[in-house]
């Protein structure tokens, strides 16, 4: 905070280097700025709070002891006065007066015109009005053979008839004492203030500074270097943990970045190929016969090629929408085995066709939160897939619960995949040797895989003996 | 038939409005959104092919637009934009139907045939028939030359969708749309099959077949000429 430096008076400024002046300039407009000034005025008015209370009650109250005290004499004197009369007053105050000085007690009974009956005061002292009440004046007392002005608190009480009696007391040590206790808390305030200020700078400080290292990173991050992170220090408190989010953040774009390079990638160099397959076709109709059957035939080839070169298109698209869309939207509880049923009620004609037995077992209640659509459609690769690459036989979809975890499966008796490629089978344009002769873009399991990440799931593939079962494991439905 | 295209796509407009008129109907073009709802707005239409991504004003909204000033003009969506919530949200604005950019001209064809005849659909009725052959929605029974066919309930919805259309081209993917509910396409031939088992089940013992393939497209179920 350094207030001391802020207050600084314009004709000084030029003492300091431009930059501090700027560094202090962008302080003052500083949230953490504005927080230490609030926190530091609400540190002060408590402090003055403790401090006025701690005044009141040690040295205000030996200014009421003082007064309960001479209360209490005043009461004795007028018990005696309603006893013994005006005479028994003056006799009782002149023994007193006579008494131990160490108590400092103060009597003085004087006539209607002032003049001292008894008492341990000379005179009347001066500029004291005539009437009862509590009074404060200055006595001129003798000791050691030096005349010495000392301050004192008395009562003084009209007796019938005009006399006076005034009780009082010598109050130097307790206005001593007032003033040590004023100065003490003078000085504990003034420190307390002080180390206010120095914490309220500190914090502010430490503040600014943690802030400015999350900018510093942004900025960084902004102009390029999408690695940079933001540093911890390990304490885990709100900045560290707003650090952390912070760094997830980062590592997700950095994720997010690297896919798309790779789809870019994967997309300029797979599209490529059937791209210019499909020019070649074109031109060589056209500097072909122009028989126009040949023509036609070669025409509808180039569809063909152009419509292939669009599925995989839409494909790629499939699996960006599946990757990049947000769980929450058209998500909706979908029954698993509903799924199952359904696709395998799609494919049973077919995989009746070709040789294959499909059978469904699915556990009742096997629900998970996510896209109909899309489950159905990872679903359908897969059995695209078994219907593509194995050769009838038992093809089973099953739908079960395993650890609080829903399961989908597809089992085959085809060849498999050999556990090497098992990985690798997932990533886009993806096709192993020997399904080279078979059609497809291999983007199937690279859509499946999406699915399942959309719904915080995994793929795995395993042998099943002989044959390849694909395991999709959703987590059980929030409710 | 009188057809309205909005497309701001030169080639693409042209290239529909060729298509088009070669096919029968009376097409004519709006370049622009607000062009677009001016044109549907006069009426007389039968329907309307509107691109979604519209200068000045976006296809959904010149939908918005229509359907608000109580112009029911059935209305097909082209649009680039094919997820199914893009889709969801084409409908939702008041679309009919939803073609996604790029598609087979017989595809488009097929659809607004689909939606002219949607348009004058004979209102609630119990049941359809094509030559001899019958369907009774009520008691989910087929019949054909009075003799009852066996169908499982999805032969039976493929079976419905095709009389509904009957006379006209059917391609794969809108049976795979109106009947499964599925918006993708399969990569393997399941459709077809699912069609000749069908065939096998209403066209096998008559001498006359009712359910066509037309090749390149799609396919036909009409009464024989």
């Known amino acids: 905070m350094a207030d001391d430096k802020l207050t600084l008076p314009m004709v000084q400024s030029w003492r300091w280097p431009r930059r501090f002046i700027q560094q202090q300039r962008r302080l003052l407009r500083t949230h953490a700025f504005r927080l230490a000034a609030l926190y530091f005025l609400v540190f002060a008015l408590s402090m003055l709070g403790v401090l006025l209370f701690v005044y009141w009650s040690s040295a205000g109250f030996v200014e009421r002891q003082t007064e309960a005290t001479l209360d209490a004499e005043i009461t004795g004197l007028a018990e005696q006065y309603a006893q013994r009369g005006l005479s028994g007053l003056v006799q009782i105050v002149a023994a007193r007066s006579a008494g131990d000085p160490g108590d400092r007690m103060l009597y003085l009974i004087t006539d209607p015109d002032g003049r001292p009956l008894a008492g341990n005061i000379a005179g009347w002292p001066l500029g004291v009005p005539a009437h009862s009440g509590w009074l404060s004046f200055n006595f001129v007392s003798k000791s050691n053979g030096r005349t010495v002005t000392r301050p004192a608190r008395a009562s003084l009480i009209i007796i019938p008839g005009g006399y006076r009696l005034l009780v009082g007391r010598d109050i130097s040590d307790a206005a001593a004492f007032r003033d040590r206790v004023k100065m003490t808390l003078m000085w504990a305030g003034l420190v307390a203030l002080g180390v206010g200020l120095l914490g309220g700078a500190t914090m502010s400080r430490n503040l600014l500074r943690r802030v400015e290292l999350v900018n510093r990173t942004s900025e960084r991050v902004m102009a390029g270097n999408l690695s940079d992170r933001v540093p911890l220090d390990g304490t885990s408190d709100e900045f560290d943990l707003l650090a952390t989010n912070l760094n997830r953040m980062l590592d997700q774009i950095e994720r997010l970045m690297a896919a798309m390079r790779e789809v870019t990638d994967d997309v300029a160099h797979d599209l490529k190929t059937p791209l210019s397959r499909l020019r070649a076709r074109l031109e060589l109709a056209l500097i072909g016969p122009s028989d126009e059957r040949a023509q036609r035939e070669a025409i509808r080839a180039a569809i063909d090629e152009a419509d292939r070169l669009l599925a995989t298109f839409n494909a790629l698209l499939r699996i960006a929408e599946a990757e990049a869309g947000s769980a929450s939207e058209r998500s909706e509880l979908v029954d698993l085995a509903e799924v199952a049923r359904a696709a395998a009620e799609f494919y049973e004609p077919v995989a009746e066709e070709r040789g294959f037995r499909l059978s469904v077992a699915t556990e009742p209640g096997v629900e998970i939160r996510g896209d109909r659509h899309l489950l159905s459609q990872a679903l359908a690769n897969l059995l695209d897939n078994a219907l593509k690459y194995a050769e009838g036989g038992e093809l089973e979809v099953q739908v079960s619960r395993a650890a609080e975890r829903a399961v989908l499966e597809v089992a085959d008796r085809g060849p498999g995949i050999p556990e090497p490629d098992r990985e690798a089978v997932f990533d886009r344009f993806v096709r192993l040797e020997r399904s080279r002769s078979t059609p497809g873009n291999g983007l199937g399991l690279s859509l499946v895989r999406a699915v399942a990440r959309r719904h915080q799931g995994t793929v795995s593939l395993a042998d099943n003996q002989p044959g390849l079962r694909v395991r999709l494991e959703f987590p059980a439905p929030t409710p | ?225």
């Open chain 2, 1 to 225: 038939m009188k057809l309205l295209v909005v497309e701001d796509d030169r080639e693409t407009a042209a290239y529909l409005q060729k298509g088009l008129s070669e096919s029968g109907y009376a097409v004519d073009r709006a370049g622009d959104g607000r062009e677009g709802l001016f044109m549907a707005s006069s009426g007389g239409y039968d329907a309307i092919v509107l691109d979604r991504m519209l200068p000045g004003m976006d296809g959904l909204a010149v939908l918005g637009a229509l359907r608000a000033a109580d112009i029911r003009t059935p209305a097909l969506i082209l649009s680039a934009l094919g997820s199914v919530d893009d889709r969801v949200k084409g409908l939702r604005a008041g679309g009919d139907d939803y073609l996604v950019k790029p598609f087979a001209f017989s595809e488009l064809l097929a659809r607004i045939e689909a939606l002219l005849r949607r348009g004058q659909a004979a209102p609630a009725t119990t049941s359809l028939r094509v030559a001899d052959l019958e369907l009774d929605l009520l008691t989910r029974s087929v019949k054909r030359g009075g003799k009852p066919i066996e169908l499982l309930p999805r032969e039976f919805s493929l079976l419905e969708y095709l009389m509904r259309n009957s006379g006209q081209v059917v391609t794969r993917t809108m049976l795979l749309e109106h009947v499964w509910d599925y918006h993708f396409d399969p990569q393997t031939n399941v459709i077809d099959v699912h069609v000749s088992r069908l065939r096998q089940k209403i066209d096998k013992n008559f001498d006359r077949p009712l359910l066509h393939t037309v090749r390149g497209a799609g396919y036909c179920l009409r009464a024989p000429d």
